[in-house]
């Protein structure tokens, strides 16, 4: 059974910085998409970003194009940069066994999903 533990979040200001981390452990996907996402009380879970197991292709959903950046090495991180009020949300990791040219983005294709970590950004 995957395990993922997303670290990073926090209270910022707004055009501050953070980066998440999602941690994998405890199975095997040969080759999974990874994803973040993200959910505010009363809203669905909203696709932020995803990047397949090898890295060559990324998605990013429209409102953090250029701001927002997935990477992976042997964690996937998602660094956010001139962050708005409009941003904070809880911030999920997930992990889809799928591994199509699209890029899955609705949360029901990501079988294992972290427990959150709250991001909240002040104006």
């Known amino acids: 059974q995957v395990q993922l533990v997303e670290s990073g979040g926090g209270l910022v200001q707004a055009r501050d910085s953070l980066r998440l981390s999602c941690a994998a452990s405890?199975?095997?996907?040969?080759?999974?998409?990874m994803g973040w996402f993200r959910q505010t009380r009363g809203k669905e879970r909203e696709f932020v970003a995803g990047?397949?197991?090898?890295?060559g292709r990324i998605t990013y959903a429209d409102a953090v194009k250029g701001r927002f950046t997935i990477s992976k090495k042997t964690m996937v991180y998602l660094q956010m940069n001139n962050l708005k009020p409009e941003d904070t949300a809880v911030y999920y990791c997930a992990l889809s066994r799928r591994s199509e040219v699209t890029i899955p983005i609705m949360a029901n294709d990501y079988e294992y999903w972290g427990q959150g970590t709250q991001v909240t950004v002040s104006s």
């Open positions: 990047i397949t197991w090898d890295g």
């Open positions: 405890g199975g095997y996907v040969s080759t999974p998409t």
